[in-house]
């Protein structure tokens, strides 16, 4: 079954960005933020990635080496990179948001 939601979830604040597959690039579902134009695409040479504007690589999966990557952006730590300064992520498949996951989980331990 293909993924077609996924979140980005940022170390340190907590700051989450939600894709959703939005047509195809190089064979492959192309994911789409749901708050801005940005993507996460597949390249034969990079793997799946987080271009920038100019096509230069913005982020990528920290997670697994390009050969080693599925159909599917791998889930685990992301790194990207934008006016001088780094983020680490991590890469959640479905489409649960921070915010459902945590009242669920506190549901679970009342």
Known sequence: MPLTEFSLIRHGDGLEYCFSAQ???NGRLAYKRSDADLWILWHPRWGWYA??????????????PPKEQANRPPQGPWVSRKAGASYVYDLRWGGESRQERTVASEGASA
């Not at 271009?51 to 697994?64: E, H, I, K």
């Open 23 to 25: 047509g195809a690039h």
């Open 51 to 64: 271009p920038a504007a100019d096509g230069s690589v913005a982020g990528l999966s920290f997670s697994l």
